[in-house]
C-alpha cells in the first residue's frame, strides 16, 4: 500500500474512534465537533472505492459503513445491497397508497 493511501487509512480510523467516542459517551457528547467530524469522513470516504474501504475498516470501524451506506444512499435513492431496491419499491408503494387515501 502506498504512503499516501496508508495515510488516509489511518486519518479514517482516527476520525472512526472519534465518532464512535462521541456516540457512546466515552467524552462528552459536543455536536459541533460531532458534525465536523462526520463532515470529515465524508470528504475522506470520497473517491475511494467502496469496496476497498470495506474490506481495510468494515470489520473494525462500523463508523465508517455507515458512511459508505449513506453515500450509496444519497448516490443511488435506496439502501445498498440485494434488498434495497425491494425496501425502495415497497417505499414507493407505501407512499403511492397513502396519496389516494
Not at 36 to 56: D, P
Request: charged share 20%; with cysteine; proline share 5%.
Amino acid at each position: 500500500m502506498s504512503p499516501r493511501l496508508q495515510n488516509k487509512r489511518m486519518h479514517l480510523a482516527h476520525l472512526a474512534l472519534q465518532i464512535r467516542a462521541l456516540e457512546s459517551a466515552h467524552v462528552p457528547m459536543d455536536a459541533a465537533a460531532y458534525r465536523l467530524h462526520a463532515k470529515r469522513m465524508r470528504a475522506a470516504v470520497a473517491g475511494c472505492s467502496s469496496e476497498s474501504l470495506q474490506a481495510q475498516l468494515g470489520d473494525s470501524h462500523p463508523e465508517v459503513l455507515e458512511t459508505l451506506t449513506s453515500r450509496h444512499f444519497e448516490e443511488h435513492g435506496q439502501l445498498p445491497g440485494p434488498s434495497g431496491a425491494a425496501v425502495r419499491e415497497a417505499a414507493h408503494a407505501l407512499i403511492a397508497r397513502l396519496k389516494r387515501a
